[in-house]
Nanobody, 126 residues
Framework: QVQLVESGGGLVQAGGSLRLSCAAS????????MGWFRQAPGKEREFVAA????????SVADSVKGRFTISRDNAKNTVYLQMNSLKPEDTAVYYC???????????????????WGQGTQVTVSS
């Protein structure tokens, strides 16, 4: 059973940056797709960004496009989410997710991901 552990969350002022990391307990190359979702208080969990195992294909939510970048280092069994120009509306618990199934493209649906981390809190103050 693969375990995913997020880190890097915290409190930052609007306009600032954070980098989230997601470490896998085994080779991330076994997770064909890996991604990030987030859940703000009182809202449903939503897709943020994801990529396939080579990193050649990515999907990014319109709300973060141009500000967030997803990447992965399979040698380190880690996926990253670089978040720049943060806004108060980015405040949420951020979850790492992965799945070994080989999808066509990079899915944005939660149901496509069977492995999840516990989440890390990101708070952006105005």
């Amino acid at each position: 059973q693969v375990q995913l552990v997020e880190s890097g969350g915290g409190l930052v002022q609007a306009g600032g940056s954070l980098r989230l990391s997601c470490a896998a307990s085994e080779r991330t190359s076994s997770m064909y797709i890996m991604g990030w979702f987030r859940q703000a208080p009182g809202k449903e969990r939503e897709f943020v960004a994801a990529l396939n195992w080579r990193g050649a294909s990515t999907s990014v939510a319109d709300s973060v496009k141009g500000r967030f970048t997803i990447s992965r280092d399979n040698a380190k069994n880690t996926v990253y989410l670089q978040m720049n120009s943060l806004k108060p509306e980015d405040t949420a618990v951020y979850y790492c997710a992965g799945d070994p199934r080989r999808y066509y493209g990079v899915p944005m649906l939660e149901s496509a991901y069977n492995y999840w981390g516990q989440g890390t809190q990101v708070t952006v103050s105005s």
